[in-house]
């Protein structure tokens, strides 16, 4: 990754993700020609066909030259960025890394990881980046604005400065605000101060929804939510001013291609239930109040997503994946369940990582740290590999069902649709009820008439008879 020159300088080339991927985009540098930089700190954010990341540089140095502007498409290889590594800077480094511990010391051939290169063990020192305001590092309501990655990191790091330096005893000498650790992550992910935070918890305890609140006074959604509106640049418009051109790439243009041959190659089919949810809604009104669950995110995705696992595991070949190369049916013994998202970037469909192992309780904190890392725009690419099996959430545009198609390689997506109070015979009665309608699309090539039946038929029915959790789990 590093080339070194007779004039003592570095290059630092477009770093390979290890994902397949060929380009990236320079969404924004966080550096300037004649800036100084230290191994690890983040010089400049890119765009891939997944996500956006954080690229760190592997020396310490001078920024000699910026090889590209913001907004150019550069291929994996080219170098990016060169630094002089000969004097200023490296001489005046030298002395700290001299006085530091053998064992903090930066390692040498150091490998490649997700972006460039790991950070490295020793403490590393990054440049300050201005930012307005607190409020300058979270989504703006009112018009929409997304901050940026570097934004929400840096003020979060701003925050863990001034905590440190107040000690345990936080603000202002009080006591230490009481927060469970994955409170405690995710307000740092955004930015807030745990100290401004009111608690709503019980015994002054500070809850998820505290952090949100103080963040945005918006409702967060629970999945797949519409897409906040952020400046887009000024595109190309027609001389009559009838048409405009929006340059496909990055998410956008990846999540095309992969649909495009996802439609032409594996055979979908689409199975539809419409199903009594009013049980399901009255559990997770009771799981809110439950001291188990207390500071975590519980919503009706829960249960749906705890209930496709269960079904799943009920009928195992569902979990399955086609080996075109060698002609073969792979069954799955894990299942890495995918959340679609609406961001501004586009649809993205992280993973939750071997999710048939986890509590309903640990199954909620994971689905609150995907949507609020989805949110940021902090989804690693690592993060949206290896899925199995899908849900997306069409309901919370207030749409009834749809035909999902299928993400690649994975064997089934389930579509959720609207949760409304409808007439329903009940007790043979019509009665006013919750209710919504599934759509389940499968790889016929894996998933038969009668397997991808009994599939949806299980998630209806515990749906409708949550008890059944106890029972078929």
């Known amino acids: 990754m590093t080339t070194m020159t007779d004039t003592a300088a570095a290059e630092f080339k477009m770093p390979d993700v290890g994902e397949g991927l060929t380009e990236a985009e320079i969404l924004k540098w966080y550096v300037a020609v004649g800036d100084t930089v230290t191994d690890g700190q983040v010089v400049c954010e890119v765009e891939t066909a997944k996500a956006a990341v954080e690229l760190p540089i592997p020396f310490n140095g001078v920024v000699a030259e910026l090889r590209f502007p913001e907004g150019t498409t550069v291929d994996v290889g080219q170098v990016i960025i060169t630094v002089d590594v000969g004097g200023g800077a490296a001489e005046q480094a030298a002395p700290a890394e001299q006085a530091a511990p053998a064992e903090e010391a930066a390692p040498t051939g150091r490998q490649p990881v997700l972006v460039g290169y790991g950070v490295a063990e020793s403490s590393t020192k990054r440049r300050a980046r201005k930012v307005e305001s607190a409020d300058a590092a979270v989504s703006d309501s009112a018009t929409g604005v997304v901050p940026s990655r570097s934004a929400v990191r840096n003020n979060g790091s701003q925050q863990d400065g001034t905590q440190q330096a107040q000690g345990v005893n936080g603000h202002g000498g009080g006591s230490r605000p009481l927060a469970k650790p994955p409170v405690r992550k995710l307000a740092k992910d955004l930015g807030v101060d745990l100290a401004t935070v009111t608690p709503s918890g019980p015994d002054g305890i500070i809850t998820r929804d505290d952090v949100h609140a103080a963040v945005a006074p918006v409702q967060e959604p629970e999945v797949a939510e519409a897409p906040v509106a952020a400046p887009a640049p000024a595109q190309p418009v027609s001389a009559d001013a009838r048409e405009t051109r929006i340059p496909v790439k990055g998410v956008r243009k990846a ?219």
């Not at 009928?315 to 369940?337: G, R, S």
């Not at 993973?351 to 904190?365: M, V």
């Not at 390689?409 to 019509?430: C, D, N, R």
């Open 255 to 473: 999540t095309a291609q992969a649909m495009v041959t996802s439609a032409f190659t594996a055979p979908h089919v689409t199975e539809f239930v419409t199903v009594d949810v009013t049980r399901t809604m009255k559990l997770v009104e009771e799981l809110k109040q439950d001291r188990a669950f207390e500071g975590l995110r519980v919503n009706p995705l829960l249960l749906i997503s705890k209930a496709l696992l269960v079904a799943i595991k009920r009928n195992p070949e569902v979990n399955a994946a086609w080996d075109e190369a060698n002609q073969e049916i792979v069954q799955k013994h894990y299942v890495n369940l995918g959340i679609a998202a609406a961001t501004p970037r586009g649809l993205i469909v992280p993973k939750i990582k071997d999710a048939q192992a986890k509590t309903l309780p640990e199954l909620a904190e994971a689905l609150g740290e995907l949507v609020t890392t989805a949110r940021a725009g902090k989804t690693s690419p690592a993060a949206m590999q290896g899925g199995t099996v899908t849900i997306t959430n069409v309901g919370v545009f207030g749409v009834d069902t749809g035909t999902p198609i299928l993400n690649p390689g994975e064997s089934a997506i389930l579509a959720v649709g609207a949760i409304k109070l409808q007439p329903w015979v009940h007790k043979g009665k019509v009665k006013p009820r919750q209710v919504t309608t599934l759509a389940l699309s499968f790889d016929h090539r894996l998933v038969d008439g009668e397997l991808g039946s009994k599939v949806l038929a299980d998630v209806a029915a515990i749906l409708e008879r949550p008890k059944r959790l106890l029972t078929w789990s």
